[in-house]
């Protein structure tokens, strides 16, 4: 199965997140990402077999168990990909506690012997594939909140012609 580890938003930074990309729409052609795929993904293992979601789990107990709830603090708009076909997505600050976070995330699944994309970590939520982007400056947009994520998962990722799924697999709450 294909999985990664994220932290879920909360529900109104959610909802914010949502709002942002409705004020986009109009002005950005592209495939814009249902509400309930918005995640940040601190880990992407790719393929792993029931053993290595197990191996998973326990490094998510190992980084996570004992850590206060993260700050997330959006941070701008930005792109991967060229102009004509990029992935949009918000930025979220990267403070310290989540940073931490990512590194203990990352290196508990590394001290288990599990893959993962090795890129470094650029917090932020994707908003759309193959995005076209407008050329010069979009109007004033409304951002979300701050918030705090208390919530962090190891998802399995379906892929279909409709795009991607998630289901939760496991979870651990930060206290």
């Not at 996570?64 to 792109?79: E, F, I, Q, S, T």
């Not at 004509?84 to 310290?96: E, F, I, M, Q």
């Not at 590394?110 to 993962?116: E, M, P, S, V, Y």
């Not at 759309?128 to 705090?148: D, I, N, S, Y």
């Amino acid at each position: 199965m294909r999985a990664f580890v994220a932290l879920e938003l909360p529900p109104l930074f959610e909802d914010e997140v949502a709002g942002l990309a409705r004020q986009l729409k109009p002005l950005v052609a592209g495939r814009f990402m249902k509400r309930e795929t918005y995640h940040l993904t601190l880990a992407f293992l790719g393929e792993v077999g029931e053993a290595e979601a197990r191996d998973a789990m326990a490094a998510l107990d190992a980084a996570c168990g004992c850590r206060a709830p993260v700050p997330l603090n959006p941070d701008g708009l930005g792109k991967f990909g060229r102009p004509a076909d990029a992935t949009l997505w918000l930025g979220v600050v990267p403070g310290p506690e989540l940073m931490e976070l990512a590194d203990a995330v990352r290196s508990e699944l590394a001290a288990r012997g599990l893959a993962f994309d090795k890129k470094p970590f650029r917090p932020h939520i994707t908003l759309a594939r193959r995005a076209r982007l407008p050329r010069g400056a979009l109007p004033e947009l409304v951002f979300p909140q701050h918030a705090r994520a208390t919530r962090v998962a190891l998802f399995k990722s379906t892929l279909s012609q409709e795009g991607a799924t998630y289901k939760e697999l496991y979870h651990v709450e930060l206290a």
